[in-house]
Structures are given as C-alpha cells and as structure tokens.
C-alpha cells in the first residue's frame, strides 16, 4: 500500500510581497523575498561566501517565482518566472498579528481572532507592576534593558554589565512577546528558564511568548546566542491540526521550535534542532523513518532569527541558497503518496527600516507524488491546513479550503 504521508515545512519568515492589509502594520511595499533577490541582482547583496544573482532554481521549479509574481504583479530578476512543474499559490493571513505564533497557528488550522498585547516603544516598556514582581520572585537585584531592541543589539551593548551584576536583560519588540537574555555560565541556563516560567505565569494569556535567550562570550566583541533558546507561548485557541490528528491516533513529528511554538499540545515526538542544516537533516531523517499516516512538522527559523531581523540582506540569501541546494534530496527521498508544503509564517524584509516582521503574503508550494499541479492563485494560511487534513484522512476543521485537488 502507498504511504501518504504529510510534510509542512515552514520556511520562517520568507514572505513574498506586501499583504492587503500591510499599510495597517506601516509596510506597504515590503517584500522579503523580492527586495533580497532585488539586492543581489544589483550586486549589493554579495558576501556570506555568495555573489551575484541570487540562485535558487529548485524552489522556482516548485513555482516560488510564480508565486511572487502573482503576489506582486514584479518579474523580479533572480525569481523569473519560469516553468514550473509544481502547484504554487500565494497566501494571505487573517489573524490580526504578524508574528510566528500566529502565522503556524493559520497555517495548521486556528486563525487567531483575538487581539494580542504589545508594548509601547517608551522605556520603560513593560508594565512596572510586572518587571517590579518579576524581581521579587525571581530573588533579582534588578533588570537591564526593559525596552524595544534586537537582540543582537541589545546583548552587545548591556551583556557585561549583565555578567558583572547578575541583572539578566529584558527586551521586547512588534510582536507579543517579552524575552529575557542571560549568560549561560555566569546566570545559569535551568535559573534563565525558571526565570521565564515565572515570566509566562505573570503575564496575560494576550502575551504571545515569553522567550528565554541564552547567549556565551567573554566580552561584547564575541557574545554569541547559543542553540538553548525556549519559547513559552501560550496555547492555541482552538485544536490545531496537530492536536486533531494526534487525538484521532495519528503520528505528528515536530522538528525545530515546533513544538514551544505551539505549546507542546498535540506536538508528538520533539526533535530539537539547532539552525537550520541541523532542522534539514532532521526532516531528511524523518523521510526515511515517519510511518505511513504521518505528519512531519519543520520550522527553518534561521531566515528569520539570524538575517531578517538583522536585516543582513547577502545572510539571507545566502540562507536562501542553502536551503535550495539540499531541498532535491529532500524531494528525491518522498515516498509514493507523500505530500510536502512549502509556506511561511509571514515576512522579515532585511531591506526594511527597524528589526521587526513585516506583513506579508507567503508563498505555498505543493510538492511530492501526491500534489496536484498548477497554479492555485490567492488562498488563505487555513487552506494549507485544510489540504494535509484531506491527505492525512483527518476529518475537516472550521477553517480553510483543502486545495489537494489543485485549481479550481
């Protein structure tokens, strides 16, 4: 019998063109995918060991030029749209956040209706009756930061008064979200995550994430993040496809941040990994091992954590590049009645003013023997969803149209 098999693999912040409702988040005109293709065809985007225009001519085989063009109306050089021999479409979010809970919560099912809390660009940021209970119940002297930043920034301006007082940095930023850095060594990794629990606890259910960022060094010339981060976010809503599938006894395999991402509910078996060739090879080894019925669940975040927010334009082609050569032995390794979609949560344009996410349409591209063919046009993040329940047999959610039998 053939296996069917359903693979998401979220290219995390890849996003291909304004949405229709971008000038509401003030990015009217950004586009992730366009704007680095445009930059490399002008040769600004040299470096990270690439040059020239930028190259990924797997991902336009699956129709990621199509795509952009349909969702911009630009031929862009470097995304010429070519023949494809994929089914391609372009997607639009109806959750009122640009931020990656939300986007992976659409994109398995579970649009997001409510309005989440943010905090205002003041400094202090955070509300003084939290930040004053976290010091007390996480026995602190103080805190660092307690404003909007990077956290990048923020690490190599305040990381040695941090390590020389014991005062962990408080951060936020556009999204929902609170994030304390520490140094591993001289704060202690498991004292950053009781730390965070604490956070999660103080905060309202509208806060989307809390997120725990450890970072080693001995100076602000060579801080560096480690791979221990820990997202604590709050549950979904309503049950995702993950939760759906898991309750009916299907596999569901989460790779990546998968599973803090969506709270650990209905997330399986965890494979923690590190960047994304460590993801890739992770998805690699489950196309050889995930049995028959599964859903494999991937989130390649170093397009957005490593190069959006840092607005490295050559970073993230470069990324970009990488992740094209290796995508071949993922699709040559899919097995009879295997579907695999390739989208993302929302967009991180480097060219674009600030560190934040940007609203964004996203590409989807259906691949493996069990996609259709040809071009889908303008559907929603809940769609994606709704085409993976149909293949896994997983009886329909509120949300979204299953587009397994390609246009309509």
Avoid at 136 to 143: C, D, K, M, N, Q
Avoid at 223 to 242: A, H, I, K, M
Wanted: with cysteine; charged share 20%; net charge negative.
């Amino acid at each position: 019998m053939a296996v069917s098999r359903g693979f998401l693999v979220v290219l995390d912040s890849v996003g291909i063109g304004g949405a229709p409702d971008a000038p509401a988040f003030g990015d009217s005109g950004a586009d992730t995918l366009g704007h680095i293709a445009e930059w490399c065809a002008g040769g600004r985007g040299d470096g990270h060991g690439r040059a020239g225009p930028l190259s990924v001519p797997n991902l336009l085989s699956l129709g990621l030029g199509a795509a952009h063009r349909a969702a911009t109306g630009i031929e862009t050089p470097g995304l010429e749209a070519g023949p494809a021999n994929g089914c391609w479409g372009h997607a639009v979010e109806t959750s009122r956040g640009k931020d990656t809970p939300s986007g992976h919560w659409e994109l398995a099912g579970v649009p997001v209706a409510f309005d989440w809390t943010y905090f205002p660009t003041t400094v202090p940021a955070l509300p003084v009756e939290f930040t004053a209970a976290l010091i007390r119940e996480g026995s602190l002297s103080g805190v660092l930061g307690d404003c909007h930043a990077s956290g990048t920034e923020i690490i190599a301006r305040l990381g040695e008064e941090h390590v020389r007082t014991g005062k962990p940095i408080l951060y936020t930023s556009a999204d929902s979200v609170v994030q304390i850095a520490a140094h591993e060594e001289a704060f202690g990794l498991e004292r950053l995550y009781e730390l965070c629990r604490i956070a999660r606890r103080l905060l309202p259910d509208t806060v989307g994430r809390v997120i725990a960022r450890p970072f080693v060094g001995r100076s602000a010339a060579d801080f560096t993040r480690t791979g221990n981060r820990r997202d604590l976010s709050v549950p979904p809503p309503s049950p995702t496809l993950l939760q759906r599938h898991s309750a009916g006894g299907g596999t569901v395999i989460s790779i990546g941040k998968i599973g803090d991402i969506f709270a650990h509910l209905g997330t399986g078996t965890e494979v923690k990994a590190s960047g994304n060739d460590a993801v890739f090879d992770a998805v690699l080894e489950q196309t050889g091992r995930a049995p028959d019925g599964a859903l494999v669940v991937a989130n390649f975040v170093d397009f957005d954590s490593l190069w959006g927010h840092r607005r490295d334009v050559a970073g993230y082609a470069a990324e970009l590049e990488a992740f094209d050569r290796r995508l071949p032995t993922f699709l040559e390794r899919l097995r009879p009645g295997d579907l695999a979609i390739l989208t993302a949560d929302h967009g991180n344009d480097p060219t674009w003013p600030g560190s934040d996410h940007t609203r964004e349409q996203v590409p989807v591209l259906l691949a493996g023997p069990a996609a259709p063919r040809g071009d889908l046009g303008r559907i929603g993040f809940a769609d994606v969803a709704a085409t993976l329940a149909e293949h896994l047999g997983v009886p329909p959610g509120p949300h979204g149209t299953s587009r397994l039998q390609g246009p309509a």
